[in-house]
Nanobody, 124 residues
Framework: QAQLVESGGGLVQAGGSLRLSCTAS????????MAWFRQAPGKEREFVAA????????DYGDSVKGRFTISRDNAVNTVYLQMNSLKLDDTAVYYC?????????????????WGQGTQVTVSS
């Protein structure tokens, strides 16, 4: 099981940028598919992005494609989410998640390990 700790959330104006980080401890980081989900008040958890074991493959939710970039550095057990051109609708708690295997998934139930979440608030 991976223990996940997110950081980097905060308040930003619309059009701005933020970079989230998630550091994992536990078993070998490069054995985990890593992903980000988000949840806004009153809404279901939404898939944001996922990245393969060594970063060769990525997948993005339609609402963030072209604006967000997921990356990972296995040397420091960290996955990143670079968020550009932020919109009001990007306001949510962002969760870092992990799963074993090699297939990128978009369903939150496919991910066993979750961080505590970090709040991102986009203001006008």
């Amino acid at each position: 099981q991976a223990q996940l700790v997110e950081s980097g959330g905060g308040l930003v104006q619309a059009g701005g940028s933020l970079r989230l980080s998630c550091t994992a401890s536990g078993r070998s980081f490069n054995n985990y598919i890593m992903a980000w989900f988000r949840q806004a008040p009153g809404k279901e958890r939404e898939f944001v992005a996922a990245i393969s074991l060594i970063g060769g493959r990525t997948d993005y939710g339609d609402s963030v494609k072209g604006r967000f970039t997921i990356s990972r550095d296995n040397a420091v057990n960290t996955v990143y989410l670079q968020m550009n051109s932020l919109k009001l609708d990007d306001t949510a708690v962002y969760y870092c998640v992990a799963r074993g295997g090699a297939v990128l998934r978009r369903n939150p139930s496919d991910y066993a390990d979750w961080g505590q979440g970090t709040q991102v608030t986009v203001s006008s």
